[in-house]
């Protein structure tokens, strides 16, 4: 008895044995070393040329003056572009670097000295709110070292700030207008620290909602022990959820956006020699800096720039992947949109500048590639996206066929090349990349990324940008509709085009390969995402919550003389729910909490089993758990890599519910 298979059975045997070997090699693989990496991104890189060729020779319709050419034409080049990006971030993940060794073993490479090396901590802000700088400025104030000095860098000219910080023992620098934007407030206090008796010989820099854990300076410095090392860079981590994570109900089951970056794409930077500055949680050399005149202005990134000048000058640039500061992620749709959005215009600045691929300057080929790369990554990226969504549609409305391939062909060359991306990514970034929840922070901002993109590119100079608000209002239900209306209307047709081409031949025809089989399947992936996406536009109510938080033992005293033991399942600087004991509304209570210390309450709302309590610190307890909070070394919030089991319970459970989600 002979066994035979369809095309299709057979397509599907290389993806079958990708997710066996996928099995095979779980817990086997280490993403540190390089011939690992290199085998599995080559692969990767050998199967994209495999699909690139493909598409192009056998997938695009017939050459000549007509629609479908033209559509088929240009879907091909806008995901040729793409891939191609994709090809070069490949070849970067090929290598990574760790360089926590290293900082151990130069913690003590200054004690030589007669002293310290004196460092300056700047913390840049504008419009931020002192429940914002209270915790970063708090923070900064409790570094475990000794030769720091703070300063406030108050670009929006507060009395309220000027009188808090002297209150505080930390100096606020004030000047006369706000030319250059944050470049232009640093280097107005280098200008300031310059000018000192005894100016730092290392500064750091935080933005306003980054508090640094007790161990920061120290770390850093280590690797400022190589003199060619210009700038230290650090991880950023979030103590609360984005917009996405919390809009899906996904604060404590899927990382946030920026982890493969922070977590993988850097530590990759860095094994090339090309880590780029992030102006936030960063510590440089103050001769480095200076030799290049301070931080550049040209781009609205002043920081990846930073980078690129001090390369030029000889200084590297190198990344240290640990948790040292945490702050506070866009809480605001608008915001995490615009703040990406500027990202995007101000590379592309770079793109355009005398730093970029064509400069004539006596640039490294690497850091040629590494601005060329994250052009690739804005400009083409995000394009495709769009594109995926819109091309469809021509099929369903006008019987465009922009993909004649048969189905065992796509399984064949796309879905083996996407199956081995994933193993990949799987094994050397596990639960970075989740397909669905992927798509949907991809695309929710695709629209003004791209827009930013092709506009810096054309004129990198003249557009207006905004700084990334946080704090403020959160309490109601917020629908983005100005974010929303390009999905919904993306939506809207999906659903009409797939329905008129499910029922009414007249639309869609049999003509695309397989018949309707392609782009069905294309356009029912296309709708899940798009339906997640408009989701994900209803900004649901917030509270503080520390998403690091983990349940522990602990004491409460009662006025009459009791004394319960109680789960402290959620601490914040103002409020603490209690579980195991119940207490009525109105309850005036003492709560012993680790590293703070004995701190009033009274009992705001009670339910069975579960009380929430208004915390009433004086300003030193207040401070302490502040640092509890947000300032402990060896401490990473956030969520690290998606788990599964819970992401899928986690949405469930928000599709479940019409009111907010925690």
């Known amino acids: 008895m002979s066994l035979y298979l369809t095309p299709t059975q ?125 915790r970063t400025i708090t923070g900064a104030r409790a570094l475990a070292y000794e030769r720091k000095d703070i300063y406030v860098l108050d670009d929006g000219r507060r009395d309220w700030l000027r009188d808090y910080c002297a209150s505080h023992d930390v100096r606020c620098l004030r000047r006369p207008d ?7 407030n640093l280097n107005h206090a280098l200008g300031v620290l310059n000018a000192e008796a005894e100016p730092p010989e290392f500064f750091a820099v935080l933005d306003a909602d980054f508090v640094p854990h007790r161990g920061f300076l120290s770390r850093t410095l280590a690797l400022f022990h190589d003199p060619t090392v210009g700038l230290v860079q650090t991880p950023q981590h979030f103590f609360n959820a984005d917009p996405i994570q919390h809009n899906l109900g996904l604060s404590r089951s899927y990382p946030d956006e920026q982890r493969y970056f922070f977590d993988h794409m850097q530590p990759a930077r860095d094994a090339w020699g090309t880590a780029i500055c992030c102006g936030t949680s960063s510590m440089s050399r103050m001769s480095a800096v200076n030799a290049i005149g301070g931080f550049p202005t040209s781009s ?17 640039t190198v990344y240290l992947n640990e948790a040292l500061t945490e702050g506070l992620a866009p809480e605001g749709l608008k915001e995490y949109v615009t703040q990406r959005a500027r990202w995007c215009l101000g590379l592309m600045q770079i793109a355009r500048s005398d730093l970029g691929p064509l400069s004539r300057r006596r640039m490294r080929l690497r850091d040629r590639w590494s601005v060329l790369d994250s052009a690739f990554y804005w400009l083409f990226s995000f394009v495709f ?22 189905v065992p062909d796509v399984i064949s060359y796309f879905g083996t090349y996407y199956a081995w991306v994933l193993l990949t990514s799987t094994l050397l970034s596990p639960g970075m990349v989740v397909p669905i929840f992927h ?95 408009v989701l994900a536009c209803v900004e649901l109510p917030r509270r503080e919550v520390h998403i690091a938080d983990a349940p522990e033992l602990t004491q409460v005293s009662l006025p009459g003389g009791g004394r319960h033991s109680v789960w402290l399942s959620e601490l914040t600087r103002d409020s603490a729910r209690l579980r195991g004991h119940d207490l009525p509304a109105g309850s005036v209570l003492k709560l012993q909490i680790r590293d703070v210390g004995v701190v009033d309450g009274v009992v705001l709302v009670s339910r069975p089993g579960s009380v929430l309590v208004r915390l009433e610190p004086d300003e030193a307890l207040r401070e302490a758990l502040i640092i509890r909070l947000h300032a402990e070394d060896e401490v990473t919030p956030g969520v690290l890599r998606s788990n599964y089991g819970d992401l899928i319970g986690d949405f469930t459970k928000r599709l479940s519910k019409i009111g907010p989600s925690r």
């Open 10 to 134: 057979s397509a599907c045997i290389p993806i079958l044995l990708i997710l066996g070997l996928g099995l095979v090699l779980k817990g086997s693989v280490s993403r540190t070393r390089t011939w690992q990496r290199v085998a599995l991104y080559g692969v990767s890189i050998f199967l994209a040329l495999r699909y690139i060729w493909w598409r192009g020779t056998e997938t695009l319709a017939p050459p000549g003056l007509t629609v479908d050419f033209i559509a088929s034409g240009a879907l091909y080049l806008i995901e040729l572009l793409a891939l191609v990006g994709s090809i070069s971030a490949f070849v970067l993940m090929s290598r990574t670097r760790e360089r926590s060794d290293e900082v151990n073993a130069n913690l003590d490479w200054w004690k030589s000295r007669k002293r310290a090396p004196r460092i300056a901590v700047l913390i840049a802000t504008y419009n931020e709110d002192l429940e914002v700088l209270e």
């Open 300 to 316: 609205v990134t002043e920081d990846f720039m930073l980078t690129m000048s001090l390369q030029e000058k000889g200084f590297k």
């Open 385 to 406: 996206r769009i594109a995926a969504f819109i091309f469809p549609l021509l099929y369903w409305f006008f019987n465009i066929t922009v993909v004649n391939a048969a």
């Open 178 to 184: 706000n030319k250059g934007s944050k470049a232009g």
């Open 439 to 533: 798509d949907v922070s991809q695309l929710i901002g695709a629209f003004p990324i791209s827009r930013a993109a092709i506009t810096g590119l054309l004129k990198p100079h003249g557009h207006p940008f905004s700084v990334t608000a946080k704090g403020g209002d959160r309490s109601r239900i917020v629908v983005q509709w100005a974010i929303m209306r390009p999905f919904a209307i993306l939506l809207g047709l999906t659903v009409l085009g797939l329905t008129l081409g499910i029922f009414f031949d007249t639309f869609a025809y049999y003509d695309a390969g397989d018949g309707k089989s392609v782009v069905l399947f294309w356009t029912i992936y296309n709708l899940i995402v798009l339906v997640m996406t």
